[in-house]
């Protein structure tokens, strides 16, 4: 039999890595794939996208270009195109190239091993881009792992349509998966080792299931569900919309201390003109009240944003606003980009009237800002004692290395090997986004 080796290359989000990891485990499991990292080693190639921001179809042909050349070498190999651009481009990607054996959506990853077996056998290209009402996740088997942090996908898809987005186009609508099968998910992983999880979604607080005698679980139901499996210490989620963040969830953060103290809440704008032409869904009074009150409950808890820049209607007051939210909600790190017309979506439609030198200012000048945040508090973290999950040593420095609750990687030595612990360590450097540390205990049970 063919012996099958996998190279795969993923660009984008984390649901991106996640549904990448996903491909790999359900190839071992239906044609005995192995992974490699070499391209040269593989036979069947799978490029796996994104096309939220850039001009990901250049991205896509470009990388495909090169891979034609293998293809050339041993017209054996299999080429597989998958995730939003392959959503959004569909057949045309053949059009420009035709050695493409494979097209698949995002959810139709799990249709791979039968569309490889079908194209090996009927030497036709395939496409499936479709939204299939089944869910993809029954088909994957359980994810080995050797890592003590897991990414577990909760809901798929968006409702929302804001109107900048391509996501509820390429990814379809919100489909919650059964809290039954993200609890065994997590379980199974807890006894590898797992001891902190990070719940995947384009919107987790939308989730909502209906189980078999029609009662409704929620986002915090499953939070308070997660928090009773026993090892797991930690628990993270990405990401949340502010329309969604309903008082009940943020009252959930009085009972699960298992949630950690740094939420990352997208707000996009901090002009309420600019937001009701996003379609967002809310205010700016709105969104800082959710920040004040989870922050009457958790002094401590840090917040970071994600930032659109010269949306289309931006003035210099609009984006001033957007400044002075981030400095008035203290805002942690935060992630911001350049808005980029997307086809098809509302805002593609709407007249940009925003220079392309001025939104490069209007970026950097806004990262200063976040940068400012960010160094301002890493520095209020020196010399206190944090608790870190070590999971590894860093083979850039050979030091030991773990997160803190806020997403600071932290560089330790130690004699002894506290890898997949949680341990508490006192901060003695700091840098922009990481931070070096002392050993001071282990953290207790
Ligand atoms: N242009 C620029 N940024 C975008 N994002 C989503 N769509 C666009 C777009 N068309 C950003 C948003 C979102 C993050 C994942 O990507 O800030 O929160
Ligand atoms: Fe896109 Fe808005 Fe949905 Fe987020 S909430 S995925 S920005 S449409």
Same mark, same amino acid.
């Given at each position: ?5 996998? %190279?795969?290359? $993923? ?37 796996? $996208? ?54 698949? *959506?995002? =959810? $139709? ?15 036709? %290209? ?36 804001? $109107? ?15 809290? =039954? ?16 999880? +990070?719940?995947?979604? =384009?919107?987790?607080?939308? !989730? ?5 005698? *029609? ?32 008082? =009940?969830?943020?009252? #959930? !953060? ?5 949630? #950690? ?47 659109? #820049?010269?949306?289309? *209607? ?5 984006? +001033? ?22 086809? *098809? ?101």
């Amino acid at each position: 039999m063919l012996k099958n080796k996998l %190279y795969i290359k $993923t660009w984008g989000c984390q649901m991106n890595e996640y549904d990448s990891s996903k491909i790999a485990d359900i190839m071992e499991k239906e044609l005995n794939c192995i992974v490699t990292k070499s391209v040269k080693d593989a036979n069947i190639l799978i490029l796996n $996208t994104c096309s939220i921001r850039e001009k990901a179809q250049e991205k896509l042909f470009h990388q495909l270009g090169r891979w034609k050349n293998f293809k050339k070498d041993n017209p054996n190999i299999i080429i597989g195109v998958g995730g939003c651009v392959a959503s959004q481009e569909g057949k045309n990607i053949l059009n420009r190239a035709y050695y493409v054996d494979i097209i698949f *959506g995002p =959810q $139709t990853i799990h249709k791979l091993p039968m569309m490889i077996n079908n194209v090996r056998k009927f030497k036709k %290209y395939l496409i499936d881009i479709s939204f299939p009402n089944i869910e993809k996740f029954k088909y994957f088997p359980f994810t080995k792992t050797k890592c003590f942090s897991a990414f577990v996908t909760i809901i798929e898809g968006c409702n929302k349509y804001c $109107t900048y987005c391509i996501v509820p186009y390429t990814r379809g609508k919100e489909i919650s998966r059964p809290y =039954q099968d993200i609890i065994l998910e997590i379980k199974n992983l807890s006894t590898q080792g797992v001891k902190e999880i +990070n719940l995947l979604g =384009q919107n987790v607080n939308a !989730y909502q299931y209906k189980n078999d005698k *029609g009662q409704i679980f929620n986002f915090t139901d499953l939070l308070i569900m997660i928090s009773k499996i026993k090892d797991i210490k930690r628990i993270k989620f990405t990401t949340s919309h502010p329309k969604n963040f309903d008082n =009940q969830l943020i009252n #959930v !953060y009085k009972k699960i201390p298992q949630l #950690v103290n740094f939420l990352h809440l997208p707000v996009q704008s901090g002009s309420d003109k600019i937001l009701s032409l996003m379609k967002r869904r809310y205010n700016i009074f709105e969104y800082t009240n959710i920040i004040h009150k989870i922050k009457n409950i958790r002094p401590n808890m840090q917040i970071g944003s994600d930032f659109i #820049v010269g949306f289309p *209607g931006e003035t210099k007051k609009d984006f +001033n606003e957007t400044i002075s939210l981030i400095l008035d909600v203290d805002l942690d790190m935060s992630y911001s980009f350049i808005y980029s017309p997307r086809p *098809g979506t509302p805002a593609s439609k709407m007249k940009d009237n925003v220079d392309i030198k001025e939104k490069k200012e209007r970026l950097h000048l806004l990262q200063y800002h976040i940068n400012q945040q960010v160094k301002k508090f890493s520095y209020k973290m020196l010399n206190t004692i944090q608790t870190i999950l070590v999971e590894g040593i860093s083979p850039q420095n050979n030091k030991y290395f773990g997160k803190t609750e806020n997403n600071r990687i932290v560089f330790f030595t130690s004699k002894n090997n506290y890898i997949g612990q949680f341990i508490n360590v006192k901060i003695i450097d700091c840098y922009l986004y990481s931070l070096y540390a002392v050993f001071i205990s282990i953290v207790k049970n």
